[in-house]
């Protein structure tokens, strides 16, 4: 057969001339058959014309050689022997991309394969290199933006609808796609990152655009919270302020100046301004404040109670006649609880005589070092009024290798600071199930508070024209957290011991150990709020938490709070974290 071929190359018209031979619009045979068909009719055996196909794209058109088919080159002749191959792969490329039925490679239902112009065959070869699986469609196609990677997830999920069989299930709209899950196998935070709401990808060919399906993204996704949002809401109104001092100052004043008039023991007290107030690290309402009312006691002696470093008997050096305070000795020891209930008495009957104000004192707590005072109108406001023993000696060894403010505030402000008072408050000691009710308390608040005054490494640090640090901030954010967790938990019992004094101490402990200012930049606010954080959690799970002037008191120790308390606590704070902070928005 191969010598006849020659011969009917030899005898093919040129390219040029009007006798060549044109394929006919459509694959269509002419009214005369030509040299070339008749060529190709001794090479091929074609089957009878089957019945028009299914009207498909005009890609898919433009692909089989149908109508706008460019018309061949008869000078081709070489190309036209491999068209049978180069065209099997055409058939499947639209058949997928249809979802037809598969036809035989070798055989085209619709046009024989020499009358397919070069155009389709170098289609053809593109679908026959495209990759294993994925789907390809007839028609030029362009590749599909790297933005809309979840779009072609979707689109390899989307169910078949030419052919009517079943596809795989896509997902329903709005729920996450798989491909998220491998990414948090790969340790992406998808889970933790706001992510644009995908818009429509775009197809190649021709047809409309394809919405891309939903992410299922979260209304807050966690971890965006805005710290200084929070701090906004917690921000003191002042005319709340003003309003809440002016009643608390007429109450103590009233009560400071009965006090000082009266032939009492407490003559001789004076007032001592502590707590949050006063820190002006005070958040949510103006309705709670601390008042020590400081007396002071010359020439004592402490005796530590236990080893505790914290509790002491105190002891007069000496005890001359008419020392207004020999009533509340036991056996040479200064009675705490002798002493603050009848410290309790006089304000019991000094708040009688208080005009224009409805306050009450509160029943007595056990083991609290206060006398609590209601102010019922305007609005309700606690007072706690603690009674204090001054002392001038110098501080107890216990603290020896407390305050360690060295590298953040200098050893000139440490000492400095040594050599004021310290102060005795009648907190009792735990003995077993009970109280060993003469003890007393070490006190320094009134340093806490100049801690927070002037806390910067600068000694314009948070003023007017200095550089603003964020340290009172993140206080004020742990205070609040622990604040709305016992809120969220007041029917439980695990949140009962833990108060405002341990996360300050933590507090304290962080500034330690970042002592810079450049460390607590007003821009770092949420990375310098998650490490106060970060330590707290630390002190609950190693159950040590150092007091920061005596650091051989542990106040996360098993007999101060119990294991499954701190536990608890513990899985909270790390909810709350790993979320974006919920409980802030609530209550």
């Avoid at 269509?28 to 074609?46: E, I, M």
């Avoid at 603050?340 to 004192?361: C, G």
């Avoid at 927070?452 to 007017?464: I, R, V």
């Avoid at 809120?487 to 009962?496: A, M, P, Q, S, T």
Wanted: aromatic share 6%; net charge positive; proline share 9%.
């Amino acid at each position: 057969m191969r010598p006849a071929l020659q011969a009917a190359e030899r005898t093919s018209p040129p390219s040029g001339s009007r006798g060549a031979a044109r394929a006919p619009r459509g694959g269509r045979a002419g009214a005369g058959p030509s040299r070339r068909h008749s060529r190709q009719a001794r090479h091929f055996r074609f089957p009878p014309r089957p019945p028009a196909p299914a009207r498909r794209p005009v890609g898919a058109q433009a692909a089989l050689g149908g109508p706008g088919a460019p018309a061949m080159d008869p000078r081709r002749g070489p190309a036209a022997r491999t068209a049978p191959k180069a065209g099997a792969a055409a058939p499947k490329a639209s058949a997928q991309g249809g979802r037809g039925a598969l036809t035989e490679p070798d055989v085209s239902p619709a046009v024989p394969a020499a009358a397919r112009p070069p155009r389709a065959e170098r289609r053809a070869r593109q679908g026959r290199r495209a990759p294993c699986g994925r789907r390809a469609r007839a028609g030029p196609r362009e590749r599909p933006p790297r933005r809309a990677q979840s779009a072609r997830a979707g689109q390899e999920q989307e169910p078949s609808s030419a052919a009517g069989t079943a596809g795989p299930a896509g997902p329903a709209e709005g729920s996450a796609l798989s491909r998220a899950g491998s990414r948090c196998e790969r340790g992406a935070r998808s889970a933790e990152t706001a992510r644009p709401q995908p818009g429509p990808a775009e197809l190649g060919g021709v047809g409309p655009l394809v919405p891309a399906p939903s992410l299922g993204r979260r209304g807050a996704p966690p971890g965006a919270w805005e710290p200084r949002a929070v701090l906004d809401k917690l921000r003191l109104s002042r005319q709340e302020v003003s309003a809440a001092a002016e009643v608390v100052n007429r109450v103590v004043d009233h009560l400071l100046q009965r006090l000082q008039r009266r032939e009492s023991e407490f003559r001789g007290v004076a007032l001592l301004h502590t707590g949050s107030y006063y820190e002006r690290v005070k958040i949510s309402a103006p309705n709670e404040f601390d008042v020590m009312f400081k007396l002071e006691v010359p020439r004592i002696e402490l005796e530590e109670y236990c080893n505790s470093g914290a509790h002491y008997f105190v002891k007069f050096k000496r005890n001359p006649k008419g020392n207004p305070l020999s009533q509340f000795l036991e056996e040479e020891i200064l009675s705490a609880s002798k002493m603050l209930s009848k410290f309790r008495k006089i304000i019991k009957e000094e708040i009688k005589h208080i005009e224009d104000t409805d306050v009450i004192v509160e029943r007595k707590r056990r083991g609290s070092p206060a006398v609590t005072l209601l102010i019922r109108k305007p609005k309700e406001i606690s007072v706690d009024i603690i009674l204090a023993l001054e002392s001038k000696s110098s501080w107890p060894a216990s603290t020896k290798e407390g305050l360690p403010i060295n590298n953040w505030l200098g050893t000139k402000v440490k000492n400095s600071l040594r050599r004021q008072p310290f102060y005795l408050v009648p907190k009792h000691a735990k003995e077993g199930n009970g109280f060993q009710e003469e003890t007393w308390r070490l006190s320094f608040s009134h340093i806490e508070k100049d801690i927070l005054k002037n806390h910067g490494q600068s000694k314009t640090c948070c003023e007017t024209h200095g550089v603003k640090c964020c340290r009172k901030d993140c206080l004020k954010l742990m205070k609040y957290l622990l604040e709305q967790l016992k809120k969220k938990f007041g029917n439980r019992k695990e949140l009962d011991k833990f108060c405002s004094y341990h996360v300050k101490t933590a507090f304290f402990h962080v500034c330690t150990q970042d002592p810079h200012d450049s460390q607590w930049h007003s821009n770092d606010l949420e990375s310098c709020f998650d490490n106060c954080v970060t330590y707290f959690l630390h002190c609950l799970k190693t159950e040590r938490l150092e007091h920061y002037f005596i650091p051989g008191v542990n106040l996360f120790s098993q007999d101060q709070i119990e294991k499954i308390s701190k536990e608890f606590l513990s899985k909270q704070i790390e909810y709350e974290r790993n979320n974006g902070f919920p409980v802030f928005g609530e209550f």
